[in-house]
């Protein structure tokens, strides 16, 4: 997801993303862009919020579904103005993922996690009118 940290080139799909996302933003001024991300990991059966202040006390997460949507209550959402600051959240919670050395992989994962980029858009600052794309 994250790519080679020390090689710009080599960066995963998760920083090529919000490039792309945030280039896009830049160029289109005729809508009002607000950008949100989120980071869960699931490790052994439970779900740790990766943006909270204390990921370990996750214990008010709960999954919801319907018949359009499937949404995690409690996950902390941050916004983010820049591609520097959704950068800034992405590390800060691939810092405290669960990992373990085996004989491949001295960083390997122990844990499934979803980033989430969250883009709301209006077609001016005083429209009624909204999408919200996650």
Request: net charge negative.
């Amino acid at each position: 997801m994250s790519g080679d940290p020390h090689n710009y080139a080599h960066r995963g799909v998760v920083p090529r993303a919000l490039h792309h996302i945030f280039r896009e933003v830049d160029l289109r001024t005729d809508k009002t862009y607000k950008v949100h991300v989120s980071y869960m990991e699931i490790y052994n059966e439970t779900l740790y919020d990766m943006l909270s202040d204390n990921p370990a006390a996750s214990d008010n997460l709960a999954i919801l579904d319907d018949a359009n949507n499937t949404m995690v209550r409690g996950l902390t959402k941050v916004e983010v103005r820049s591609e520097e600051e959704a950068l800034s959240q992405f590390f800060l919670g691939e810092q405290g993922r669960s990992t373990a050395v085996h004989v491949l992989n001295s960083n390997s994962s122990r844990s499934h996690v979803l980033f989430s980029i969250y883009v709301e858009t209006r077609t001016s600052a005083e429209a009624r009118e909204r999408a919200l794309l996650s």
